[in-house]
């Protein structure tokens, strides 16, 4: 159908908690809260499934947490891993397509209604995201997927963990008339409070109230509310038109150690990479190298020159050069990866300028 846009709404399960499981072994199959101190004013920023089943959820406070759940393990926010492991999914994204919004760390909207992999279907476009996740971190995705933002963000949440559900355009005013008001995203327990006593308990009782009498109860929001009632949510999913950077990776079949495997696999990288900036008229100043070891513990090395990479750089002495302080090659290894930044539009007189790594003196 012309005109339909096709929406993706990715949302990492329990992700902080998620991390720490997939690093701390010791925390898996046990209820686990990541935040405050229990004995002070601390909250809960997030929890395994297990933690839920006994009641305690995100901004609940740490105290009330550990009555709920008196066995409950508490561990502070590691940010730093969290933020590490966001970029990489967001690295992810980009490769299906360069229109994503994140709005944490551990979500983000996709537009892939341009896209032709896997003929142009949202479905298995999201599919492979979540299995390319998977592969790359070790964590689960639930993914929601419709014809605009506010059916895919309620549609993410609906299977979890591990989740996946499509409501199609056919599909999204039934949906949204069966729907409880609490469910609703934008919709929190004061409005819908509000709502309850407007009468207000579903998607259809919602749709019975004119737009007047909305705006009248709600101000601006009213007139969300109004085309919400009725499946309707125009926004854009906004992104970042200006490319920082173009990157491959690979999660490789079997753990490796072996080095002149690993340099081949680098190399091949670094020709993708460099065909992805071609394609983009862009050339690139800044190489970085991504290792993934077999523990999910990862590195990056990185050199900058003062000229254009380009194709004809010996890149099996610089990945060589770059892997001495890694512990490639006797660490078992899961994941490479290569990215160039540092871009710069590619003029027609500038190639004969770039740089040439076989060169004596570079």
């Known amino acids: 159908m012309a005109g339909i846009k096709k929406i993706i709404h990715i949302d990492m399960d329990a992700f902080f908690a998620a991390i720490e499981q997939r690093d701390f072994p010791e925390y898996r199959d046990k209820p686990l809260i990541?935040?405050?101190?229990?004995?002070?004013?601390?909250?809960?920023?997030?929890?395994?499934?297990?933690?839920?089943?006994?009641?305690?959820?995100?901004?609940?406070?740490?105290?009330?947490?550990?009555?709920?759940?008196?066995?409950?393990?508490?561990?502070?926010?590691r940010f730093e891993a969290y933020r590490s492991v966001s970029n990489t999914i967001r690295t992810i994204f980009a490769e299906f397509t360069p229109i994503f919004e994140?709005?944490?760390?551990?979500?983000?909207?996709?537009?892939?209604?341009?896209?032709?992999?896997?003929?142009?279907?949202?479905?298995?476009?999201a599919l492979a995201i979540k299995t390319r996740i998977q592969e790359e971190t070790g964590l689960t995705a639930s993914a929601g997927i419709s014809y605009n933002k506010f059916l895919a963000k309620i549609a993410s949440d609906i299977n979890k963990p591990d989740g996946l559900f499509v409501i199609t355009p056919d599909q999204g005013l039934a949906f949204v008339e069966q729907l409880p008001i609490g469910k609703f995203h934008g919709i929190g327990k004061a409005t819908e409070k509000k709502m309850h006593q407007l009468g207000v308990y579903s998607g259809n009782d919602l749709r019975k109230l004119s737009l007047t009498h909305l705006q009248q109860h709600f101000g601006k929001a009213g007139v969300y509310y109004y085309h919400i009632?009725?499946?309707?949510?125009?926004?854009?999913?906004?992104?970042?038109?200006?490319?920082?950077?173009?990157?491959?990776?690979?999660?490789?079949?079997?753990?490796?150690?072996?080095?002149?495997?690993?340099?081949?696999?680098?190399?091949a990288l670094l020709e993708k990479a460099l065909t992805k900036l071609t394609d983009k008229n862009l050339q690139a100043s800044t190489l970085t190298l991504k290792v993934k070891y077999f523990d999910f513990k990862q590195i990056t090395r990185s050199r900058t020159f003062q000229e254009a990479i380009s194709e004809k750089m010996d890149s099996t002495a610089l990945f060589k050069d770059l892997l001495k302080s890694t512990d490639a090659g006797t660490k078992k290894v899961r994941l490479l990866g290569v990215t160039l930044s540092s871009l710069n539009d590619l003029e027609p007189e500038s190639v004969a300028k770039q740089i040439d790594l076989f060169s004596p003196d570079n």
């Open 229 to 267: 009632a009725r499946a309707i949510d125009d926004r854009p999913v906004k992104w970042d038109r200006i490319t920082k950077s173009v990157g491959v990776e690979i999660t490789l079949p079997e753990d490796i150690d072996d080095g002149d495997e690993i340099l081949t696999r680098l190399t």
């Open 102 to 125: 994140p709005l944490s760390l551990d979500e983000a909207y996709l537009d892939v209604t341009d896209s032709a992999d896997y003929q142009g279907s949202a479905t298995r476009i």
């Open 34 to 77: 990541v935040g405050g101190n229990p004995c002070s004013r601390g909250v809960v920023a997030t929890c395994n499934y297990e933690a839920r089943q006994y009641g305690i959820h995100s901004a609940m406070s740490c105290a009330k947490a550990l009555q709920l759940c008196p066995h409950a393990l508490f561990v502070k926010p």
